[in-house]
């Protein structure tokens, strides 16, 4: 088989979530094991950093990936879904799997493959703690797929376990309850390993404090240690946030290359990490913090975070999906100045379309579209929600039909903002970008 081939009998034969939804999703770990397992337990063979979380994981473990390799590390990096290319999941300082590396893998262990029937994410994780293994890295930033005690990611042992925040998403399948999320969530904290919680919450402190407390691991809670604002923001593609340590008087400024206003958040998780990362031996200089921060697109290729595809008209795109993702892109929207906003809008069909929708502006005009995955929100169905919130548009049965007239009907000084879903953003990022 060649690459193309490789990943098409990958999505044929592997049931995979991002596709297909709950059916996709295999809630025990067996599998995993029993791949690690054939393949000498690689994910034993180098230091991990894990991340869990409903928001944020993706620009954590991105933040993460790009200031331990501007610090001289060897830094391998597993995060999902991919926007363009399956490979985007599997990194090494910056640098894709190889295709030929993708193909020989499955070539190789087909028939195990085969026997064992893996969902898509399973076997994706372990050829990660494969590549990684044979490549001699210093350290990979592991994110979770979905929750974090069932995920096939479970299986390391890392130096430190990350855990963003709590809110609303896949409740069908981790529970209708902050706190039954954030129990799934704290899963992913092992015996004596420190965790770092970014968001403090009322209805979750305790039960990562009871879950740290029962495992003897030392807990952090990121916005209670650290404060932050934001000083400047839409300079050419940078913001700049100002971070106070608590008690210390500590007071010291970040360059991003991250325009979200939501990566306030994500740069205080990411310094309480790093200020437990120096008890394992991964040392981080202030100064290598900050080139990390400056350039984490470019030194880890990160895309759809607030990314901006084109001026005159602006137009943004993010991957935000769920209530809070959206609620924060709603505010950012409503703090910039345009002469009138144009929505290019999809969702998938598991989610809370109601309480997501609460969220978006009044005042823009949408376009309403599906992604070309089995889990797409039809778009008319999409329209009908909307206008009972009062939310006006057309719709359009593709991405790039919705994005083509959005282009067609925009000024210069209007606003172009296109997602709802990774998908979605997968799918405009093309129409843009020369791939």
């Given at each position: 088989?060649?690459?193309?081939?490789?990943i098409d009998?990958?999505?044929k034969?592997?049931?995979?979530?991002?596709?297909?939804?709950?059916?996709?999703y295999?809630?025990?770990?067996?599998?995993?094991?029993?791949l690690?397992?054939?393949?000498?337990?690689?994910?034993?063979?180098?230091?991990?950093?894990?991340?869990?979380?409903?928001?944020?994981?993706?620009?954590?473990?991105?933040?993460?990936?790009?200031?331990?390799?501007?610090?001289?590390?060897?830094?391998?990096?597993?995060?999902?879904?991919?926007l363009?290319?399956?490979?985007e999941?599997?990194?090494?300082?910056?640098?894709?799997?190889?295709e030929?590396?993708?193909?020989?893998?499955?070539?190789?262990?087909?028939?195990?493959?085969?026997?064992?029937?893996?969902?898509?994410f399973e076997?994706?994780?372990?050829?990660?703690?494969k590549?990684?293994?044979?490549?001699?890295?210093?350290?990979?930033?592991?994110?979770?797929?979905?929750?974090?005690?069932?995920?096939?990611?479970?299986?390391?042992?890392?130096?430190?376990?990350?855990?963003?925040n709590?809110?609303?998403?896949?409740?069908?399948?981790?529970g209708?309850?902050?706190?039954?999320?954030?129990?799934?969530?704290?899963?992913?904290?092992?015996?004596?390993?420190?965790?770092?919680?970014?968001?403090?919450?009322?209805?979750?402190?305790?039960?990562?404090?009871?879950?740290?407390?029962f495992?003897?691991?030392?807990?952090?809670?990121?916005?209670?240690?650290?404060?932050?604002?934001?000083?400047?923001?839409?300079?050419?593609?940078?913001?700049?946030?100002?971070v106070?340590?608590?008690?210390?008087?500590?007071?010291?400024?970040?360059?991003?290359?991250?325009?979200?206003?939501?990566q306030?958040?994500n740069?205080?998780t990411?310094?309480?990490?790093?200020?437990?990362?120096?008890?394992?031996?991964?040392?981080i200089?202030?100064?290598?913090?900050?080139?990390?921060?400056?350039?984490i697109?470019?030194t880890?290729?990160?895309?759809?975070?607030?990314?901006?595809?084109?001026h005159?008209?602006?137009?943004i795109?993010?991957?935000?999906?769920?209530?809070?993702?959206?609620?924060?892109?709603?505010?950012?929207?409503?703090?910039?100045?345009?002469?009138?906003?144009?929505?290019?809008?999809g969702?998938?069909?598991?989610?809370?379309?109601?309480?997501?929708?609460?969220?978006?502006?009044?005042?823009?005009?949408?376009?309403?579209?599906?992604?070309n995955?089995?889990?797409?929100?039809?778009?008319?169905?999409?329209?009908?929600e909307?206008?009972?919130?009062?939310?006006?548009?057309?719709?359009?049965?593709?991405?790039?039909?919705?994005i083509?007239?959005?282009?067609?009907r925009?000024?210069?000084?209007?606003?172009?903002?296109i997602?709802?879903?990774t998908?979605?953003?997968g799918?405009?990022?093309?129409?843009f970008?020369k791939?």
């Open positions: 088989m060649n690459y193309r081939e490789t009998y990958m999505y034969q592997l049931p995979m979530f991002h596709r297909e939804g709950k059916l996709a295999k809630a025990y770990l067996d599998n995993i094991i029993q690690a397992a054939v393949l000498n337990n690689p994910e034993k063979n180098f230091k991990s950093i894990h991340v869990a979380g409903t928001n944020g994981k993706g620009s954590v473990c991105h933040m993460l990936a790009s200031v331990l390799q501007h610090a001289g590390y060897k830094t391998g990096l597993f995060t999902s879904p991919h363009l290319d399956f490979r999941r599997i990194k090494i300082n910056g640098e894709m799997v190889s030929d590396y993708v193909t020989s893998f499955i070539e190789k262990h087909r028939k195990f493959i085969e026997k064992i029937n893996p969902s898509f076997l994706t994780t372990i050829m990660a703690f590549y990684f293994a044979e490549n001699n890295i210093d350290v990979a930033v592991i994110e979770t797929g979905l929750g974090g005690r069932l995920d096939s990611t479970n299986i390391i042992n890392p130096e430190v376990s990350v855990i963003t709590i809110s609303f998403d896949h409740t069908d399948i981790l209708n309850t902050l706190a039954e999320i954030a129990g799934e969530k704290a899963g992913i904290i092992k015996q004596n390993v420190p965790v770092v919680i970014g968001e403090s919450h009322s209805k979750t402190r305790n039960v990562f404090i009871n879950k740290a407390s495992n003897h691991s030392q807990i952090i809670f990121a916005d209670e240690n650290y404060s932050s604002e934001i000083l400047l923001n839409n300079l050419p593609e940078k913001q700049i946030i100002r106070t340590k608590t008690g210390f008087g500590f007071s010291r400024s970040y360059e991003l290359d991250l325009l979200g206003h939501y306030q958040k740069l205080l990411l310094l309480a990490t790093i200020d437990i990362l120096g008890d394992s031996g991964l040392k200089k202030d100064k290598v913090i900050e080139s990390g921060l400056r350039n697109t470019g880890t290729g990160l895309m759809g975070r607030w990314q901006i595809l084109g005159k008209p602006l137009i795109a993010d991957t935000g999906h769920n209530e809070e993702g959206l609620k924060a892109t709603s505010q950012q929207l409503g703090q910039m100045k345009y002469k009138n906003l144009h929505i290019v809008f969702m998938v069909k598991d989610k809370d379309v109601k309480k997501v929708l609460f969220f978006l502006p009044g005042n823009a005009v949408y376009y309403f579209t599906k992604a995955i089995p889990r797409a929100l039809n778009e008319i169905d999409l329209l009908n909307a206008q009972k919130m009062g939310l006006k548009g057309s719709t359009y049965t593709s991405v790039e039909d919705a083509k007239e959005a282009m067609g925009a000024t210069s000084d209007d606003c172009i903002y997602g709802g879903s998908f979605i953003v799918e405009a990022l093309p129409v970008l791939v």
